[in-house]
């Protein structure tokens, strides 16, 4: 898992700036393209200091952290069921749904981002599931289960 050298070129912006470990998997390449790509519309010309801060997979699905001018995000806090099902809750503070800040607008996109990822294999990007397996809960499609199962390790 890296970043495509092609987005560093595209939105050098986005990658700069003091960062945790930004690092997306195959599977989730092209959303993680658009989201840039969308994210950069919004902004417009003023960047405001945008930068990716952390990008990781955790409990299967992709975690999108980012900061604008050091304003803070939302907690997200992440359950798992005893079948692997992940549920999200955020705490955000909305101040007018009708007219949400450029913040809120750029949260929307990455949320709806992110939880599009438990349904993508993390390999592929190919419509997956839940598949728990020496302690690690990953989305992987039909072909990827098997191959894991059989003892090899797709590459993501």
Not at 30 to 36: A, P, Q, T, V, Y
Not at 86 to 104: C, F, G, H, I, Y
Not at 118 to 147: S, T, V
Request: hydrophobic letters at 40%.
């Amino acid at each position: 898992m890296k970043i495509p050298i092609n987005l560093q070129e595209r939105f050098p912006y986005m990658f700069s700036g003091k960062h945790l470990s930004l690092s997306i998997a195959k599977g989730w390449e092209s959303l993680f393209e658009k989201l840039c790509i969308d994210i950069d519309a919004q902004l417009g010309s003023d960047k405001r200091g945008f930068h990716w801060v952390q990008l990781k997979e955790k409990f299967g699905s992709a975690r999108f952290y980012w900061e604008m001018q050091g304003e803070p995000q939302a907690l997200r806090i992440d359950e798992i069921d005893k079948l692997g099902a992940v549920k999200t809750l955020l705490a955000r503070d909305v101040k007018d749904e009708s007219n949400p800040t450029l913040q809120e607008q750029i949260s929307a996109l990455v949320d709806a981002a992110a939880d599009k990822t438990p349904r993508m294999c993390i390999a592929c990007g190919q419509p997956g599931r839940g598949h728990a397996d020496r302690g690690w809960l990953l989305i992987l499609c039909e072909e990827h289960i098997k191959q894991r199962e059989a003892g090899i390790d797709p590459v993501f």
